[in-house]
């Protein structure tokens, strides 16, 4: 399955930009500790509990096998999965996010490893895997990219794939729509709503997902944080 169409390639190049130059410093404040305005804590508040329903949505003993973090950040979701004694292949476009994550990772790491890496997390030498999470790293693609890109991964993936996907909701079409007054420079890779019954229907046509089915879904709404969170497994 060939995810090398243009539109494909120029997102990806926006998102390595965007990620990796416009915006690492306030994305490592955002992922940090340190405080922030009203608005971005509602944003960090938002992940926070979208990566604890991702997180929970794996088993509690990960032990002995291997998770692919698929667009990783600052990777706190990998911290956790290792404590919980996953091998974890964490990986992100933006070389500067992976190295902060490098930077913060605990030295009580617990059970479980992490391999960081920057690049394409559809890169088939990252090998198979048992789970795959992939948290707001698909939003910014059309939906048909979207649902490509998790056929590629279901392709390496014996157990799950937990992923979010922008909801079509009028507050994010009115988001959508204020970005695009930005200057071009300025402005982050857009985030791309699509409605949750047209993603299943494109990730059920998906040959690769032939013999998966859709395990739950749920939204999590934070102020300027909307996402929704899937489930898919092997049926």
Aim: aromatic share 6%; proline share 6%.
């Amino acid at each position: 399955m060939d995810m090398r169409t243009p539109a494909y390639d120029q997102r990806r190049g926006e998102i390595e930009t965007y990620f990796d130059r416009t915006a690492a410093q306030a994305w490592a404040r955002l992922t940090s500790d340190a405080p922030v305005g009203r608005i971005r804590a509602t944003v960090r508040a938002g992940r926070d509990r979208m990566r604890a329903t991702l997180l929970g949505w794996l088993p509690d003993d990960l032990s002995g096998l291997r998770v692919l973090d698929a667009g990783c950040g600052t990777g706190a979701a990998a911290v956790a999965m290792a404590r919980r004694g996953a091998e974890v292949v964490a990986i992100d476009l933006s070389p500067t996010l992976v190295q902060l994550a490098r930077e913060r990772l605990p030295a009580d790491l617990g059970p479980g490893s992490i391999d960081f890496r920057s690049g394409d997390m559809l890169d088939p030498a990252l090998g198979r895997f048992d789970h795959v999470v992939a948290m707001d790293s698909i939003i910014h693609y059309d939906a048909p990219d979207a649902a490509r890109v998790l056929g590629r991964l279901a392709e390496r993936t014996t157990g799950s794939m937990v992923f979010t996907f922008a909801p079509r909701t009028p507050a994010l079409a009115a988001m959508h729509a204020v970005g695009r007054l930005f200057p071009r420079g300025d402005r982050a890779p857009s985030i791309v709503p699509v409605a949750e019954a047209a993603l299943s229907q494109l990730l059920s046509a998906e040959p690769a997902l032939q013999g998966w089915r859709a395990l739950g879904s749920t939204r999590v709404a934070s102020g300027f944080y909307t996402s929704q969170a899937m489930r898919w497994g092997r049926a």
